[in-house]
Structures are given as C-alpha cells and as structure tokens.
C-alpha cells in the first residue's frame, strides 16, 4: 500500500470498501477469492488495500485494544510491541510532562506514550506516518498526540530539555531479514551519543536477543521482558529512567527481579550474590522464566528458593519443598536416571506413559526424534528434563505440581 492508497481508503468510499472487506472475515489463504469478490464493486488498488487491512487488523488482536480500527502495514504490525508491553514501558515515563518517540512506526508506543504524557510522534516514512495519526485518532488521542516527519540521521527537531524524555525504538529489519547487530540497526544504536548530552532521559528498544558485548560501553539498565512466559523484548534505560543495572519483568503482572549489585545507587540496602550449590535432583524441578535467564538472575532466583543447581552451565534449580513463584515453572520429579534410551522406554511402559513432553537444556538430542524412538502406548504422560549433572547427560521425570499454590503479587 503507498500513501495515495491509504488517503483513498480513509475517505467514505475507502471506508465502504473497507467494511466490506472486514465483513468477509478474511484469510490469507482465501486472498484471491475474496480480492475477486472486492474488486467488483472497487477499484482493484482500493480492494487489495481494504483486504490487507482487514486481514492485519484480525492479525493484530493479540497485540492492539481496539485493533478492528487500526491501520498498519504488515512489517510494522510484526514488528509492534504488544500493548502489555507498550503500556507497561510507559509507566517509567510518568515524571516527564512531555514525551517523545522517535521512529514511531505506526504509533504502536505513542499511543501507549499518550496516555502517560503529551507525546509527540516522530517518523520518516509517510505512509507510516499517516498511519499513527489514524491510529491516534481512533485511541481518541489527538489532543495529547502530535506527529513531526524528521529524519533520525540527522539532529532531531527539539530544543534541549531536561522536560523532555525520549523513547527511542530503532528498525532491526532490512528487506524481511532481521537484523542482528547494534551498528546495523536504522539508524544505528550509536545515535543515540548525540542526544544523551540535551536529553538524559532515554529508552531504547533492542532486541532480546542482543549481544550484551556490543552494549557494553553504555551507562544504561537493561530490562528484559517476557509475556507469558516467552522473551518479547529488551530495553536500555539511560539517566534518570535508569533504577538498576539489569532487570527481568514478567508480564502479565508485572513482576520484577533486579540486579541488587547496583542497588546502592539508590540507597538501598546491597544483597550479596552467591553461587549456587550443586545438587542432584530432589523433589522439584525450575525452569526459569526466560527474561530471568537472559539477565543473568539465575543464582538471584535459586537464591529466593533456596534451591540447588544441578550443573553449573545450565539453569534448571532444584529444591527440597514446593515455593511457588512468577519467576519459573516448576514440576514435582517422579524419578532421575543417568540418560538411556532403553532404561527410560522401560521405566515409561512400566508406568503406561503414552505421551511425553520433552524439554532440554545441555542435551544433544532432539526430542521429537526421541518420542519417536521411545515408541510408547499408554494413557499417562509425563514432562521429560533432558539435562546434565556436573557433566554428565541424565533425564528427570516429571509430573505437574499436584497442589500448586497461588502466588501472591509481589
């Protein structure tokens, strides 16, 4: 779509074609039946754009409140932060009476942004640009939301204030690919060098995935935030939105971990770090959630529930006794063994498991072709650990928690 196209879908005939379109409850694999279908009463360009909005839109349910009135191109849309995510990251900005976010995309943040402060919105494409105005529009947030075409490369449109708190969100594809490293994002993370000096104040969305190395050199918190138990994103935090030096947030909630170490910045009391005792498995078993793993809380968390490692590289945490919390799943073991293919078949047939689920950490193999190998009949099942012991390759089985205790917010 280009930005004649959506000025054309905005207007009332655009609008028709477009509740047209969503009234068909499109599918991608239905596209060409439906365009046909469309373009007897549209024009073709006007049809292919209401049919690819209304499929984004059903895409973006999982993502946006209100997303059957939102408008986004499909790289966008996979590239929008969710709104638990978004709305979440803008609670930080709530001393700042004037925000700015700059590669605004199609608005995903501002909106989130807008809701915390006037927020103004900068971006160098137009047609993305006009999206986030359409979008802002909808969210009934016009009088909050402004939007400036600018150029990141060059020095942004803004006086020095120490007012003014920037949300910074660079692109990390180039032609569908992702890109991986901080130097080729656009514009590249370096940037950023530019603006600390008249705007302290700054977020930045990286990817979770990042190279800790090449972020190294910034003074800055890294929060790393899963949703529902997957790792969505990271975010460097500079100046005074910066609290700690590393964070895990678990979202919904949010529940939070810190790295205490750099706790006194603020006052607080220090908590010491030790490494965690190594143990063979006992009564439970832990998967740290992943955003605790990619902070490197892992001794912090075993800490809280006095727990063992089994082998000093890898995460899983073992206890004694049942100490629910948001930071990990954990499962009751039924039974360990040093890993054999024929002893685990025979203890699984033994207890007429027919169905496993296998997770691993340090394990080569692969569990699919496991299970198929195992060959089992039965109609219990079983959750599978493939892991090591000070080295050496073991399976735990498990089993859910029979009496699991709610967690209380913390």
């Known amino acids: 779509m280009d930005l004649s196209t959506f000025q054309d879908l905005l207007s009332p005939h655009g609008q028709e074609a477009l509740g047209a379109a969503m009234s068909l409850q499109p599918r991608e694999e239905d596209f060409l039946r439906d365009f046909t279908s469309l373009s007897r009463r549209f024009p073709a360009q006007l049809s292919r754009a209401a049919l690819e909005t209304a499929i984004l839109r059903a895409k973006a349910v999982d993502k946006f409140p209100l997303a059957n009135r939102l408008y986004f191109t499909r790289e966008a849309l996979e590239q929008a932060s969710s709104w638990e995510i978004a709305r979440h990251r803008s609670q930080r900005y709530h001393p700042f009476p004037l925000l700015a976010d700059l590669g605004c995309s199609i608005g995903g943040d501002t909106l989130a942004l807008g809701n915390t402060a006037p927020t103004i919105g900068v971006e160098l494409d137009p047609l993305r640009l006009q999206m986030a105005r359409a ?34 969100d660079p692109s990390r594809r180039k032609e569908a690919k992702r890109i991986y490293s901080v130097r080729n994002y656009h514009p590249p993370l370096n940037v950023i060098l530019h603006w600390l000096d008249h705007f302290p104040a700054l977020g930045v969305k990286v990817s979770p995935g990042i190279n800790l190395s090449q972020v190294d050199s910034y003074d800055a918190e890294i929060e790393f935030i899963s949703l529902r138990g997957e790792l969505k994103e990271a975010v460097l935090w500079f100046g005074p939105l910066k609290t700690v030096h590393r964070r895990a947030t678990i979202l919904p909630g949010p529940f939070v971990m810190i790295d205490k170490r750099f706790s006194q910045l603020r006052g607080q009391t220090t908590l010491a770090r030790f490494n965690l005792p190594l143990s063979i498995p006992r009564a439970f078993i832990y998967e740290p959630d992943p955003a605790v793993m990619r902070s490197g809380l892992v001794a912090d968390l075993g800490t809280l529930l006095n727990a063992f490692q089994l082998d000093p590289e890898i995460a899983y945490l073992t206890t ?13 073991i039924e039974g360990w063994f040093p890993f054999g293919l024929k002893r685990l078949r025979s203890y699984l047939r033994e207890r007429h ?6 997770k691993k950490r340090g394990s080569p193999l692969q569990p699919e072709a496991l299970i198929r190998d195992l060959r089992l009949k039965g109609e219990d099942e079983r959750i599978l650990f493939l892991t090591q012991l000070e080295g050496r390759p073991i399976v735990v089985v498990c089993m859910p928690i029979r009496s699991p205790k709610a967690f209380k917010d913390a």
């Open 353 to 358: 498991v027919g169905q496993v689920t296998v």
């Open 320 to 332: 004694d006794k049942f100490m629910p919390t948001p930071f990990a799943n954990a499962w009751e």
């Open 135 to 168: 979008n802002a529009e909808a969210f009934e947030l016009t009088d909050r939301i402004s939007f400036v075409q600018a150029d990141l490369t060059k020095p942004i449109p803004f006086s020095t204030s120490s007012q003014l708190a920037l949300f910074f």
